[in-house]
Protein backbone atom coordinates (compact mmCIF):
# COMPACT_ATOMS: atom_id res chain seq x y z
CA UNK A 1 0.00 0.00 0.00
CA UNK A 2 1.54 3.35 -0.95
CA UNK A 3 0.94 6.38 1.69
CA UNK A 4 1.15 10.60 1.32
CA UNK A 5 5.11 11.16 1.42
CA UNK A 6 3.68 14.09 3.21
CA UNK A 7 0.32 13.30 5.50
CA UNK A 8 1.20 9.23 5.57
CA UNK A 9 -3.15 8.84 4.45
CA UNK A 10 -3.11 5.76 2.75
CA UNK A 11 -3.60 6.33 -1.16
CA UNK A 12 -5.38 4.53 -3.86
CA UNK A 13 -4.10 6.69 -7.13
CA UNK A 14 -1.15 8.21 -5.84
CA UNK A 15 -0.93 11.86 -6.97
CA UNK A 16 3.11 11.68 -8.09
CA UNK A 17 5.35 15.20 -7.09
CA UNK A 18 8.77 15.82 -8.37
CA UNK A 19 11.11 17.15 -6.45
CA UNK A 20 14.74 17.61 -8.00
CA UNK A 21 15.28 13.75 -9.05
CA UNK A 22 12.42 12.27 -6.52
CA UNK A 23 9.45 11.42 -7.64
CA UNK A 24 6.76 11.08 -4.49
CA UNK A 25 3.65 9.60 -3.52
CA UNK A 26 1.30 12.00 -2.16
CA UNK A 27 -2.54 12.68 -2.20
CA UNK A 28 -3.08 15.73 -4.30
CA UNK A 29 -2.02 19.22 -4.85
CA UNK A 30 -2.59 20.39 -1.64
CA UNK A 31 0.19 17.83 -0.10
CA UNK A 32 2.17 18.44 -3.25
CA UNK A 33 3.29 21.50 -2.27
CA UNK A 34 3.53 21.19 1.35
CA UNK A 35 5.81 18.44 0.23
CA UNK A 36 7.98 21.10 -1.92
CA UNK A 37 7.87 23.56 0.81
CA UNK A 38 9.05 21.23 3.55
CA UNK A 39 12.46 19.56 1.10
CA UNK A 40 13.37 23.62 -0.09
CA UNK A 41 13.16 24.05 3.35
CA UNK A 42 15.46 21.74 4.54
CA UNK A 43 17.68 22.50 1.88
CA UNK A 44 18.22 25.79 2.83
CA UNK A 45 18.64 25.97 6.23
CA UNK A 46 20.43 22.04 5.92
CA UNK A 47 24.04 23.95 6.77
CA UNK A 48 22.31 26.01 9.89
CA UNK A 49 20.55 23.20 11.22
CA UNK A 50 23.95 20.90 10.76
CA UNK A 51 25.78 23.58 12.59
CA UNK A 52 23.79 24.09 15.44
CA UNK A 53 23.54 20.04 15.87
CA UNK A 54 27.15 19.67 15.97
CA UNK A 55 27.57 22.43 18.58
CA UNK A 56 24.81 20.90 20.53
CA UNK A 57 26.43 17.84 20.45
CA UNK A 58 29.44 19.15 21.43
CA UNK A 59 28.22 21.09 24.32
CA UNK A 60 26.30 18.14 25.41
CA UNK A 61 29.01 15.64 25.30
CA UNK A 62 32.15 18.27 26.66
CA UNK A 63 31.26 17.11 30.13
CA UNK A 64 31.65 13.53 29.66
CA UNK A 65 35.00 13.98 28.02
CA UNK A 66 36.32 16.73 29.96
CA UNK A 67 34.88 15.54 33.57
CA UNK A 68 37.83 14.70 35.22
CA UNK A 69 38.84 18.81 34.40
CA UNK A 70 35.68 19.91 34.84
CA UNK A 71 33.95 20.94 38.21
CA UNK A 72 30.21 19.16 38.69
CA UNK A 73 28.42 22.97 38.11
CA UNK A 74 30.27 23.59 34.90
CA UNK A 75 29.94 20.01 33.54
CA UNK A 76 25.93 20.53 33.89
CA UNK A 77 25.83 23.89 32.56
CA UNK A 78 27.35 22.99 29.44
CA UNK A 79 25.04 19.65 29.27
CA UNK A 80 22.01 21.29 29.94
CA UNK A 81 22.92 24.33 27.36
CA UNK A 82 23.64 21.72 24.80
CA UNK A 83 20.12 20.17 25.60
CA UNK A 84 18.72 23.44 25.56
CA UNK A 85 20.16 24.44 21.90
CA UNK A 86 19.10 20.83 20.23
CA UNK A 87 15.26 21.65 21.94
CA UNK A 88 15.71 25.34 19.89
CA UNK A 89 17.04 23.56 16.51
CA UNK A 90 14.76 20.88 16.64
CA UNK A 91 11.61 23.84 17.24
CA UNK A 92 12.84 25.70 14.63
CA UNK A 93 13.86 23.37 11.91
CA UNK A 94 11.79 20.44 12.66
CA UNK A 95 13.85 18.08 10.10
CA UNK A 96 13.11 14.61 10.62
CA UNK A 97 15.40 11.39 8.98
CA UNK A 98 14.09 10.10 5.67
CA UNK A 99 13.48 6.65 7.56
CA UNK A 100 10.80 8.20 10.08
CA UNK A 101 9.41 9.89 6.99
CA UNK A 102 9.20 6.95 5.69
CA UNK A 103 7.36 5.55 8.01
CA UNK A 104 5.24 8.52 9.32
CA UNK A 105 5.14 10.80 7.06
CA UNK A 106 6.28 14.63 6.69
CA UNK A 107 3.69 15.41 9.11
CA UNK A 108 3.83 13.27 11.54
CA UNK A 109 7.84 12.80 12.02
CA UNK A 110 7.84 17.12 11.98
CA UNK A 111 5.04 16.79 14.64
CA UNK A 112 7.30 13.89 16.66
CA UNK A 113 10.26 16.18 16.61
CA UNK A 114 9.14 19.33 17.37
CA UNK A 115 7.43 17.65 20.65
CA UNK A 116 11.15 16.35 21.41
CA UNK A 117 12.45 19.85 21.08
CA UNK A 118 9.83 21.11 23.33
CA UNK A 119 10.52 19.22 25.64
CA UNK A 120 13.96 19.65 25.71
CA UNK A 121 13.24 23.32 26.22
CA UNK A 122 10.84 22.78 29.08
CA UNK A 123 13.72 20.76 30.76
CA UNK A 124 16.87 22.71 29.87
CA UNK A 125 15.11 25.96 30.55
CA UNK A 126 14.44 26.45 34.35
CA UNK A 127 17.76 24.71 35.04
CA UNK A 128 19.60 27.50 33.09
CA UNK A 129 17.21 29.98 34.65
CA UNK A 130 17.75 28.79 38.06
CA UNK A 131 21.51 27.52 38.15
CA UNK A 132 22.80 31.10 36.07
CA UNK A 133 21.01 33.33 38.28
ZN1 LIG B 1 -1.49 13.69 1.89
Given amino acids: ?16 T ?3 SLSLNC ?18 AKVCFSVLSTIAGALML ?3 VFIVRMDMGSGIILLVLGIFLMGLNSCA ?9 EALGI ?3 QRIVRT ?11 ILVF ?3
Wanted: proline share 6%.
Fill in 1 to 16: MKHCYYCNEALGEPYV
Fill in 116 to 126: IGVIFLLVSTP
Fill in 27 to 44: CDVECSKKIIAFLSRVKR
Fill in 18 to 20: QFN
Fill in 131 to 133: TLI
Fill in 93 to 101: FPFATGQSI
Fill in 107 to 109: RGS
Fill in 62 to 64: APL
